[in-house]
C-alpha cells in the first residue's frame, strides 16, 4: 500500500485474531434462502437438484482449502472444521469468514447454471452467504458441534416432511402449522404413517441425516511449531487426499472413531488432562468457588456481553475462562449439571471474570471440559 499523508485513516481499522491452538468452525448459510426458493419454486420440501448445487460448492470450497479436515451441511447451511494448526489468513477472523462466505457463493452460482439450467437466476434475487467463526478447544465439542448440527437436520426435515405433506392434502400453510403446534417427533411421524402412508425411516438418507464430506488423511501429531519445509509437505499431503462423501449418522461415535485424523484430536483430550492431573494444590493458596449460570453458546476470541436471564434452559453451570471470555459448550453439551467446586489459585495478576466474582486461572477452562465424567 502506498505511503501517503492520508494513511493514518488505517488506525481506526481492527483485527480479530482467532484464538491459537483451537479448532475453527466456520459455517456459512445461505441469506433469504426462503424468499430465494420461492422465487424459484423449490420442490418441497426437499429439492435434490438445489441439494446437490449446494453439496457441489461445499466440496469445491473443501478441495480450494486443503485445511479444511470435515464438512457437514444440509439445506443451505455447511459448516467446515478446519485443522488446529491452521494458518491461514494468519487466523484472522475477518478473512475467514468473509473469503469463505463469498466463495461459497461464487462456487454456488456456478452450479446452479451447470445443474439447474432451465430457471437462470436473477439479479433480482441472487443466491448468497453469510459466514462465521466459532473456536473449540478440544474434541469432545467438535464432536457435539457436528451432532448439534445433525440432530437439527432431523428435527427441521421430519417437520417440513409432515408440515408439506399436510398443505399438498389440501390444508393451509396456517392450518398445517396450527395442526402440528406442539407436537412430538412421534407425533409426526404418525401423522405421516396413518395420513399418507410415508414411512419416515424410509426417507432418503440426505434428506435425513444431511451431507459429510471427510478429508481421509492421516498425519502426525498437530503442532504450530513447523519448519516452512515441514508445512509445505503437511499442505501437499492435505491437497492430495482424498475426500468422501456420506449420508451417515454422526451422533454416533462410531464414525468419529474410524476417522484417520480423529486420533490427532482426541490426544489433545488426554494432553489436557494430563496438564490437570500434574497441577499440585499446594502451588498456590486456594480458595472456593461456585461456578454460575454463564451465557454464551459457542466459545469465542470476544467478550460476551448478556445476562443471566437470557440463558435460561441453556446451562445449569459452567464456567468463565480468562481474560474476560466465556464459555459454553453447544445446546447438546449439558453435562455440568450439578453446582461445580474446585480450588483455585490466588494470584493477583490474573484478569477478573465477568461471571464470577473470582479470579481464574488460564488452564481452569480445560478443568471443566472433562468434569462431565467425574464429577456427575
Not at 451465557?295 to 443471566?308: E, K, L, M, Q, R
Request: charged share 25%.
Amino acid at each position: 500500500m502506498a505511503k501517503s499523508r492520508y494513511e493514518y485513516v488505517k488506525k481506526f481499522e481492527q483485527e480479530s485474531i482467532l484464538l491459537p491452538e483451537t479448532y475453527i468452525v466456520v459455517r456459512v448459510d445461505g441469506r433469504g434462502f426462503h424468499k430465494l426458493s420461492e422465487r424459484y419454486e423449490f420442490e418441497k420440501p426437499n429439492d435434490s437438484r438445489a441439494l446437490e448445487v449446494m453439496n457441489s460448492a461445499a466440496l469445491q470450497l473443501m478441495k480450494a482449502m486443503p485445511d479444511i479436515l470435515l464438512a457437514y451441511g444440509d439445506s443451505d447451511e455447511y459448516s467446515f472444521l478446519l485443522r488446529k494448526g491452521c494458518e491461514l489468513f494468519e487466523r484472522r477472523e475477518f478473512k475467514l469468514v468473509s473469503t469463505f462466505a463469498s466463495t461459497i457463493t461464487s462456487y454456488y452460482q456456478f452450479y446452479w447454471s451447470q445443474i439447474i439450467p432451465d430457471k437462470p437466476l436473477g439479479v433480482d434475487r441472487l443466491p448468497t452467504f453469510d459466514a462465521r467463526a466459532v473456536c473449540y478447544p478440544n474434541a469432545e465439542l467438535i464432536k457435539d458441534y457436528f451432532r448439534w448440527r445433525q440432530v437439527d437436520c432431523h428435527i427441521n426435515n421430519l417437520y417440513n416432511t409432515t408440515f408439506w405433506s399436510l398443505v399438498k392434502s389440501g390444508l393451509t400453510t396456517q392450518e398445517a402449522e396450527n395442526k402440528l403446534l406442539g407436537t412430538l417427533s412421534s407425533d409426526k411421524q404418525e401423522i405421516l404413517f396413518k395420513e399418507f402412508g410415508i414411512n419416515y425411516n424410509n426417507e432418503p438418507e440426505i434428506y435425513k441425516k444431511g451431507t459429510v464430506f471427510v478429508r481421509e488423511v492421516d498425519f502426525e501429531a498437530e503442532t504450530t511449531d513447523l519448519s516452512k519445509r515441514q508445512a509445505q509437505r503437511l499442505q501437499k499431503k492435505l491437497t492430495k487426499s482424498e475426500i468422501h462423501k456420506l449420508h451417515c449418522d454422526i451422533i454416533k461415535d462410531e464414525f468419529w472413531e474410524t476417522r484417520p485424523f480423529w486420533g490427532i484430536l482426541k490426544a489433545d483430550i488426554l494432553s489436557f488432562s494430563h496438564e490437570i492431573n500434574s497441577l499440585a494444590e499446594a502451588d498456590a493458596p486456594s480458595f472456593k468457588t461456585t461456578a454460575q449460570l454463564i451465557v454464551c453458546p459457542y466459545f469465542s476470541s470476544g467478550t460476551a456481553y448478556a445476562t443471566d436471564s437470557s440463558t435460561h434452559s441453556w446451562l445449569l453451570n459452567a464456567v468463565s475462562i480468562s481474560k474476560g471470555e466465556i464459555f459454553s459448550p453447544p445446546l447438546l453439551m449439558t453435562s455440568f449439571n450439578l453446582p461445580l467446586r474446585h480450588n483455585l489459585p490466588l494470584s493477583s495478576n490474573m484478569p477478573k471474570s465477568p461471571v464470577l466474582k473470582y479470579v481464574l486461572p488460564s488452564w481452569l477452562k480445560y478443568e471443566f471440559l472433562f468434569a462431565d465424567s467425574s464429577l456427575r
